[in-house]
C-alpha cells in the first residue's frame, strides 16, 4: 500500500517537474519576446532592465522548486524518502501527497515557521 502511494507521489513529482519546467521556458521565451518587440521602444533602458529583473526573479523561484524537486525524487531512489530531516521520524503520507518535496513533518515545520517570525520580529497578533 505504502508502495503504490509513493509511486503516485512519484508521478505527481515528475508532472510538476515538467509543469515547472515548461513554465520557466515560457518565461525566458516571453522576456525574450517582450525586449525584441521593443517594450524598449518606449522606453527607457530602465523599464527593460526592469523587466529583465522581474523575469528573473520568477525564474529563479521556479529553479529553486525544480531543485526541491530533483531532490526529492533522489531520495525516493535512496529510499530515504519521507523522512524528516529535523527529527528523523516519518513523515505523514496524507501530508507528501499534498506536499510532495517537503523535507520536515508537519510538527517541524511548525516549530521552525515559529523560529523565522520570532527572527523577523513580531508578527500581526502577537502584540
Ligand atoms: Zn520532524
Known amino acids: 500500500m505504502r508502495q503504490k502511494r509513493l509511486e503516485l507521489i512519484r508521478?505527481?513529482?515528475?508532472s510538476m517537474r515538467e509543469t515547472r519546467l515548461q513554465e520557466i521556458r515560457r518565461q525566458?521565451?516571453?522576456a525574450?519576446?517582450?525586449i525584441d518587440e521593443g517594450v524598449?521602444?518606449?522606453a527607457d533602458q530602465g523599464?527593460?532592465?526592469?523587466?529583465?529583473e522581474?523575469?528573473?526573479?520568477?525564474?529563479?523561484?521556479?529553479r529553486e522548486e525544480v531543485r526541491e524537486i530533483d531532490a526529492a525524487l533522489e531520495r525516493l531512489r535512496d529510499g530515504s524518502y519521507g523522512t524528516c530531516e529535523s527529527c528523523g521520524k516519518a513523515i505523514d503520507l496524507?501530508?507528501?501527497?499534498?506536499?510532495?518535496?517537503?523535507?520536515?513533518c508537519l510538527k517541524c515545520r511548525k516549530i521552525a515557521e515559529k523560529e523565522e517570525?520570532?527572527?523577523?520580529?513580531?508578527?500581526?497578533?502577537q502584540l
Open 40 to 42: 524598449a521602444d518606449i
Open 47 to 52: 523599464l527593460t532592465d526592469s523587466l529583465k
Open 28 to 30: 525566458n521565451t516571453d
Open 117 to 125: 517570525s520570532i527572527k523577523s520580529g513580531p508578527a500581526k497578533g
Open 94 to 104: 496524507a501530508r507528501l501527497e499534498i506536499l510532495p518535496f517537503t523535507r520536515q
Open 54 to 62: 522581474y523575469l528573473h526573479l520568477l525564474g529563479d523561484a521556479g
Open 11 to 14: 508521478k505527481k513529482l515528475l
Open 32 to 34: 525574450a519576446a517582450l
